[in-house]
């Protein structure tokens, strides 16, 4: 399609800037990105859609406008609800250089315009593909009722003679093939996903081939379509999120108009991930309230009415549950501001789906908030079982982590670590304080342990951390003094702030690297403070020991 068409379509809502001499050129697809260095994702020809978030003063419109041309984009367009007007310095970047630029109103999703040209574009360059594109459109649009992602891959097998399959970041399947062929095996589904994952964090631009056995498969990232302006800035902050399309076929052997052609489908399926984001708002949210009342200690009855709030929700037709879970999980990378909560969110989410599970739907019962670094997961349970040794059914931390454990380190790539604790089971609004506490802890005791996966439950707590609640208060009193008495008498005399040092290198697992960059100090000035703690106590915190006491003290003071 030509970009002045885009102008004829009022429902877009773009609005010409700039290069009314160029509109004669011809889109070939739309990437949405808030990258400050979007090149590695461009083939040339696209419509980039952008929110402005990379865009800090005026100097940097220039080398994001080069960065364009130079891979050869047809336009671009900006959109203006993050800074209202278009900055000027990019009108004229873009005048500099002869690229297109269109304002985007506010009011318009960048999904939509999206959308548009990926079914244009589609149509005009494959031809009598045009009906196969606009069917899966309609299926993808029409809601659960039409079939969804399943029914579009069974079009790309009947029209285009093309197996494929939806994959999460972990392996699990999320879409296939109702109507011809075999399925594909769990353990090649989490080789794709590793496979993909390695791909994505090293740059490499999709689709990704893949050779399995005698079968090569290639690997088409599924990226959100923005329904609002990205803001990543690091391929880290999605990659542990985003869905992927395996196709069984060498696409290096593909005319373009095929290639575009898929590319397409990725965005339509896009839309379906969009739409599963979105239907987890609510449980998102009464996650997050929960959590909030438990860690602020409200009164229990006040904790169980939210409680039966969320039951409908998480569990439809079953009524209230008689039991919860706690499951809390941490995503830190080395050396890093990215902000974990987020990542950490979106992986529970998918890591907590039974793997043998097979569609987003089955996504709906699980409630997920995050705070800081940390997500936190509210697990319903109908009902508990005992089994013979004694131990209680429910979210065990090993099963969580096997098997998605080999897909989780290729995504995490050697400098990220996961780590998850569980809680035991709890049967009323009392016990979920203790029970995030228990989870907590259990993390903790995970990132003790070598790997880049790890997870603990309850079962492997010390006797001592459970019997903290029945201590009596002159003990805990006395205990506590013992240890952080001459911190907090030292930080009172010299305003050292030991204690909250203390406080962030625990939760930091004794990274020297992280805690420093969480309280923006120079790595010698923690070892200074660090030590300064040590000798006030007498304690040596490169000792487990000495930190379980150190963090039982803080938890009781």
């Not at 220039?62 to 047809?74: K, S, T």
């Not at 987020?342 to 097979?358: C, F, K, T, W």
């Not at 995030?436 to 903790?444: G, Q, W």
């Amino acid at each position: 399609m030509r970009l002045r068409a885009l102008l004829d379509t009022d429902a877009l809502g773009l609005k010409l800037l700039g290069g009314e001499d160029e509109l004669d050129r011809t889109v070939r697809g739309v990437m949405t990105t808030d990258l400050r260095d979007p090149s590695r994702y461009l083939s040339g020809g696209e419509l980039v859609l952008t929110g402005l978030a990379w865009r800090r003063d005026a100097a940097d419109s220039e080398p994001f406008v080069r960065i364009l041309v130079q891979a050869g984009v047809a336009a671009l367009a900006a959109g203006e609800a993050e800074l209202g007007d278009v900055p000027e310095d990019l009108v004229a970047a873009c005048a500099r250089h002869r690229l297109p630029l269109f304002a985007v109103h506010e009011s318009v999703a960048f999904a939509t315009i999206t959308e548009h040209v990926v079914r244009q574009v589609s149509g005009e360059r494959a031809g009598d593909l045009a009906a196969v594109v606009d069917r899966h459109r309609r299926m993808m649009t029409s809601g659960p009722a039409g079939g969804g992602p399943d029914v579009v891959l069974d079009l790309l097998g009947s029209d285009l003679d093309l197996r494929a399959w939806v994959l999460s970041p972990t392996g699990r399947l999320i879409a296939g093939p109702k109507t011809s062929g075999p399925a594909l095996p769990p353990e090649a589904c989490g080789k794709l996903a590793a496979e993909h994952l390695t791909a994505t964090r090293t740059g490499r631009r999709g689709p990704h081939r893949v050779i399995l056995g005698a079968t090569t498969y290639s690997l088409f990232p599924i990226r959100s379509t923005g329904r609002s302006p990205q803001t990543t800035r690091d391929a880290r902050e999605t990659v542990l999120s985003d869905w992927l399309l395996a196709v069984e076929a060498d696409a290096g052997d593909w005319a373009e108009e095929r290639l575009d052609l898929l590319h397409g489908v990725t965005q339509l399926i896009a839309v379906e991930r969009d739409r599963r984001d979105a239907a987890r708002t609510v449980r998102r949210r009464l996650a997050q309230e929960v959590l909030e009342l438990v860690q602020t200690g409200a009164a229990p009855a006040e904790i169980a009415a939210r409680l039966r709030v969320a039951a409908p929700v998480l569990l439809p037709g079953l009524g209230a549950a008689p039991h919860w879970q706690v499951v809390v999980a941490r995503v830190d990378w080395d050396g890093d501001e990215i902000e974990g909560g987020p990542v950490a969110q979106a992986l529970l989410e998918e890591i907590l789906v039974d793997p043998q599970s097979a569609g987003p739907e089955h996504a709906d019962r699980i409630a997920v908030a995050h705070t800081g670094d940390e997500a936190v997961a509210l697990v319903p349970l109908p009902a508990v079982s005992t089994e013979h040794d004694g131990s209680e059914t429910g979210v065990l931390a090993d099963a969580l982590l096997e098997s998605v454990r080999d897909p989780l380190a290729a995504g995490l790539d050697g400098d990220g670590r996961l780590t998850l604790g569980v809680s035991a089971a709890v049967h009323s609004a009392e016990g979920l304080r203790g029970a995030l506490e228990e989870a907590r802890h259990a993390r903790r005791v995970a990132a003790a342990r070598p790997g880049r996966v790890c997870a603990a439950g309850h079962q492997e707590l010390a006797s001592h951390v459970l019997l903290l609640p029945f201590v009596p208060d002159d003990v805990r009193r006395a205990f506590t003094a013992r240890l952080l008495d001459p911190l907090r008498d030292y930080d009172r005399r010299h305003r050292a702030e030991l204690i909250p040092t203390l406080e962030a290198f625990l939760d930091c697992d004794g990274s020297w690297t992280r805690c420093a960059t969480r309280l923006h100090l120079h790595v010698n000035t923690l070892r200074y403070r660090v030590g300064r703690i040590e000798q006030l106590t007498g304690r040596d915190l490169s000792r487990l020991e000495d930190k379980l006491d150190f963090f039982l003290a803080l938890r009781m003071s």
